[in-house]
């Protein structure tokens, strides 16, 4: 046997974990001084270009892990490297945000007052890119999620199907390695969530984003390539 062959029971060649685009490593985290314990000793690994579903009921955790993921917290102790970084520092965690991952939340967390088009210069210019670049690339994204015509529509006259999808395309805008999403279709009927997940899927298939999706819906988790069940603080292959 040399080093190059397949291992087995892992679907294929073994990656280097240089090679995942996220990885967590026994992560442990809790609230309120040790007295929640909400993570404990939680691992996972994320492909480039992989969908992988964070699945369990409310509380369990899933955005806790998220947080910990995309840097908006750190963990009590364990390793943790996203895109190469560690969303344990400082330094990290700016470029993390800035360049390498997009953030799809429950609600959408745009800017209310400002259009479609506005909100999506938000990303680009943390960046320093041209603004002509990223109108091409609003307009490219905007299209692909129906919402061409809405560009100049502010935000607050958006229904939640529509507000969800300028979300999407905030998230791709600097085209990330990873998005996180929490929940993306929580806050919307069955038919709308269902639209939207469909467009985050392949709007990410398509650019070869990794997407690691929390939600409690078994329909949702299904549809990803990999589902990662979330319990009693641990994460296990369902
Ligand atoms: N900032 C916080 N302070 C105290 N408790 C928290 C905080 N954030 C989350 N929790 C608790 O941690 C647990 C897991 O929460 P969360 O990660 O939001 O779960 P999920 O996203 O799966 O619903 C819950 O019991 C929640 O109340
Ligand atoms: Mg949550």
Redesign the pocket.
Known sequence: MNDTSPTPGNGGAKLRKNDLVAWADEVWKS??GGR?G?LQGASLEVRPGQMVALW??????????LHLLGGLDVPDRGDLSVCGLDPRKEADRLMLRRKHLGFVFQLHNLIPDLTVEENLHVPALAVGRPRGESAERIRELTEKVGLGHRLGHRIQDLSGGERQRTAICRALMNSPGLILA?EPTGSLDEKTGETVFALLRSLAEREGIAVVL?T?ERRFAEACNHILR?REGRLSEV
Do not use: F, N, Q
Request: aromatic fraction near 6%; proline fraction near 6%.
């Open positions: 609230y309120d929640i909400v369990g009921p409310s509380g369990s955790g899933k955005s806790t892990l929490d929390a409690h979330v």
